[in-house]
């Protein structure tokens, strides 16, 4: 069984979300390995990512983090969820491909 098979809906989506913000991290960030989409430290975040998300108490209601009263993420998780979202983030806007050229 895959990491994803517990989550659906917008819990899925919003996994997917991060899993695509790691890729661009981490191909930035850390050696690829040929057998693997992203380096051990990069699929040691997401299955906590993927952890954290299964055990949500809202569910499929689930706020967005920033917005959320539960804090699940640890400390150092945390910082590095948000380094993770400001790179890939500034690397879509600023992508030549997103804007047609």
């Excluded at 979300?17 to 693997?36: E, F």
Aim: glycine letters at 2%; one cysteine or more; aromatic letters at 10%.
């Amino acid at each position: 069984m895959s990491e994803t098979e517990l989550l659906t809906g917008q819990l899925l989506f919003e996994f997917r979300t991060i899993k695509a913000m790691v890729n661009i991290y981490c191909k930035a960030h850390h050696p690829m390995k040929p057998s693997h989409d992203v380096c051990e430290q990069c699929r040691e975040f997401l299955s906590y990512a993927n952890t954290r998300l299964d055990r949500c108490p809202y569910g499929q209601d689930k706020p967005t983090c920033n917005k959320c009263p539960v804090h699940c993420y640890k400390p150092h998780m945390k910082q590095k969820a948000r380094e993770i979202m400001i790179y890939a983030e500034y690397k879509n806007v600023t992508s030549p491909s997103n804007y047609g050229h």
